[in-house]
């Protein structure tokens, strides 16, 4: 049974025209990630949710929003896509235990490619 | 920036041969995890080791974690064509958060 989703699979836009890749998980899980993977490159992460509680990585462009408006789903909205914004999304979650230290594994979705024209 | 970088960048070797990947961290960490990507597809978890390990075993892969050089290894034994990926080693320290290396592509030759 797949635990994170991630929809569309491949998604083109236009280069200015906003654009929302969407994510949900089966797994109940308190924290969802967002990655960008360019190509030949490791995944670099862009932010994540704790519950509703947003944060966002110091070097993550303001053309990147999230949301997430409910345990389930998370989307990642680009609000003015570049050229350079053409990579594999991926979505991850973790659950989080309240422990001394973090001793988490995410789980990935398969990723949403974008290509934009 | 606490990215781990790993080498070899690409290793390609035969069928039935052991790979070792490294990979090596700025500063303390939680856990080690390693992941799995063939091409263009997503990440797949493979294994995560404590601080306080020093090594695991899952099936065909093994991995050390040695804190004082904060450096890690990955080793598959007895490789398959199947195996052919880009592996990756990310360390995980304070809130959640993943840092990725920049991965090893692996080429076993059949």
């Known amino acids: 049974d797949a635990m994170v989703i991630q929809n569309p699979r491949y998604q083109v836009t236009q280069f200015g025209k906003p654009v929302t890749l969407s994510c949900s998980q089966t797994?109940?899980?308190?924290?969802m990630y967002w990655y960008q993977q360019k190509s030949s490159q490791a995944p670099k992460l862009l932010f994540h949710?704790?519950?509703?509680?947003?944060?966002n990585e110091a070097d993550t462009p303001d053309n990147f929003q999230s949301r997430r408006p409910n345990t389930s789903f998370c989307f990642l909205d680009i609000r003015s896509p570049g050229l350079g914004d053409a990579a594999m999304y991926l979505c991850?979650?973790?659950?989080?235990?309240?422990?001394?230290?973090?001793?988490?594994?995410?789980?990935f979705g398969p990723g949403t490619r974008l290509l934009v024209l | 920036s606490q990215q781990g970088e790993e080498d070899p960048q690409a290793l390609s070797i035969q069928e039935g041969e052991n790979a070792t990947m490294n990979c090596s961290y700025k500063?303390?960490?939680?856990?080690l995890q390693w992941y799995r990507q063939n091409s263009g597809r997503g990440l797949v978890h493979l294994i995560l080791?404590?601080?306080?390990?020093r090594e695991k075993h899952s099936g065909r892969l093994r991995v050390t974690l040695d804190t004082s050089k904060k450096s890690s290894s990955l080793l598959i034994t007895a490789s398959r064509a199947a195996d052919t990926a880009s592996y990756f080693c990310?360390?995980?320290?304070?809130?959640?958060?993943?840092?990725f290396g920049t991965g090893t592509r692996l080429t076993v030759i059949p």
């Open positions: 991850a979650t973790s659950r989080d235990v309240l422990a001394e230290k973090y001793q988490e594994t995410q789980y």
């Open positions: 797994l109940n899980h308190n924290v």
């Open positions: 949710y704790y519950d509703k509680d947003f944060n």
């Open positions: 500063t303390s960490i939680n856990n």
């Open positions: 080791i404590r601080s306080n390990e």
């Open positions: 990310a360390a995980q320290s304070g809130a959640n958060n993943l840092f």
